[in-house]
């Protein structure tokens, strides 16, 4: 069985899950921005209104250059979900990986699970390399 048949499986019981972690069942907000926005919100003078930004990429992606700050989740790890799962509901997250496909596929994850506002980078790191933004290695 392979990762996203597992996750296909798993999201009823992370429905269960996403209810005990968010009780007042506020609706998901996924807001897809192009690197020029997301790098004026990850630029905010407020610090605590920046999302928390989440590389999904591979650990040797990553590793070759990623936004400053970003935290590393592996899309392709097993526990990936779990990962997620242990993140805060209500803050937001600006996530993204390599161009866009795995972190677009990782959305409805994010709203299952009842994270209340979530970024996602369309194009992700290519996007932003591409855009001549500041990456770090």
């Known amino acids: 069985m392979n990762f996203f048949s597992s996750l296909l499986l798993a999201l009823p019981l992370l429905m269960n899950t996403a209810s005990a972690h968010n009780p007042e069942k506020k609706p998901a907000a996924v807001i897809h921005l192009d690197a020029g926005q997301a790098s004026k919100i ?4 407020d610090k605590q209104k920046r999302p928390t930004i989440i590389d999904i990429r591979t650990l040797g992606e990553f590793k070759a250059g990623h936004l400053e700050s970003a935290v590393h989740i592996d899309f392709l790890k097993e526990d990936f979900s779990d990962a997620i799962q242990k993140l805060k509901r209500d803050k937001a997250y600006l996530v993204h990986c390599q161009s866009g496909g795995r ?15 979530i970024y996602h980078l369309d194009g992700g790191f290519l996007a932003w390399k591409k855009r001549g933004l500041r990456i770090v290695r």
């Open 42 to 45: 990850m630029s905010a003078p």
């Open 103 to 117: 972190s677009s596929n990782s959305l409805e994850l994010w709203k299952t699970l009842g994270f209340t506002k």
